[in-house]
């Protein structure tokens, strides 16, 4: 049986252990997950949710006995968290992310986890979750059918294969790519679209102070366009901090649309 500790078990760390957990053959389960993390509270909670089979508030508690540890923690906390675990990684033993940008963390990942030779680390990316947070949205399907980018700067071919095999394993359908690569890709699909849906609810709040009508007559359209701008705002000002280059210059080429359709605007 794989063990695999979880770092952080909330929406995404806590289906990844509920996905896992199901996972058998022969009737032999082939995943033990523990969980690690701030608040026993919500370990419980994640217990009792069926996410993982045991958990602590200590990482040297866990760590030592695990042969994949996925951080499951903001982008912006990555690196704390490496060093934090270092000391504590049996010799073997995996390391991998869910981070949604992967440059910043693939160079603290070689700068910290590259001081142990005998552990690996492989950059991953699950293209799932929603505006909600917590263990409480979990859900052991969440990964069904979705894209999950496994970054291929500096791996090694066995730590890879595994890791692939695991997101394989919850339903997840796997591509690879550069780090750079990745993190252009998303701030255009997914970081783009969360600041202008961000952007547009300040605005739309703002007037609404001084209009209290507007906000009982939006309709279905600006529901939809500022669903994700209810987001947890702590994990987007690190997610957006991390890629803030690749978002700069997506939001450059947005504004260079916005410019040409208000001169046509205006021209009408």
């Given at each position: 049986m794989t063990s695999v500790c979880l770092v952080g078990v909330g929406l995404i760390g806590g289906s990844l252990g509920q996905a896992l957990r199901s996972k058998r053959r022969s009737g032999k389960?082939?995943?033990w997950v523990s969980g690690c993390g701030r608040s026993t509270r919500r370990l419980k909670n994640a217990k009792r949710l069926k996410a993982i089979d045991e958990y602590s508030l200590s990482m040297k508690v866990l760590i030592p006995k695990a042969d994949i540890i996925v951080l499951c923690v903001p982008v912006q906390f990555m690196a704390k968290t490496m060093r934090e675990i270092l000391p504590y990684l049996k010799s073997g033993a995996i390391?991998?992310?869910?981070?949604?940008?992967?440059?910043?963390?693939?160079?603290?990942?070689?700068?910290?986890l590259g001081r142990r030779k005998?552990?690996?680390f492989v950059g991953a990316h699950p293209i799932a979750g929603s505006e909600k947070s917590g263990v409480i949205y979990s859900r052991p399907d969440l990964f069904s059918k979705a894209a999950c980018i496994l970054t291929t700067d500096g791996i090694q071919p066995r730590a890879f294969r595994t890791i692939r095999k695991m997101w394989e394993?919850?339903?997840?359908?796997?591509?690879?790519?550069?780090?750079?690569?990745?993190?252009e890709i998303m701030a255009l699909v997914s970081h783009l679209p969360h600041f202008l849906s961000f952007a547009l609810l300040s605005l739309v709040e703002k007037?609404?102070?001084?209009?209290?009508?507007?906000?009982?007559?939006?309709?279905?359209?600006?529901?939809?366009?500022?669903?994700?701008?209810?987001?947890?705002?702590?994990?987007?000002?690190?997610?957006f901090r991390e890629n803030r280059f690749s978002v700069k210059r997506s939001l450059m080429r947005f504004h260079r649309i916005l410019k040409t359709l208000r001169i046509q605007l205006l021209r009408d």
């Open positions: 389960r082939l995943f390391v991998t992310d869910v981070g949604s940008v992967k440059q910043k963390i693939i160079i603290e990942a070689k700068r910290i005998d552990v690996f394993q919850v339903g997840a359908i796997c591509t690879s790519l550069t780090a750079k690569k990745h993190d007037e609404a102070r001084k209009n209290s009508r507007i906000l009982s007559l939006v309709g279905r359209s600006f529901r939809d366009m500022t669903r994700v701008g209810r987001s947890d705002p702590i994990l987007w000002k690190g997610i």
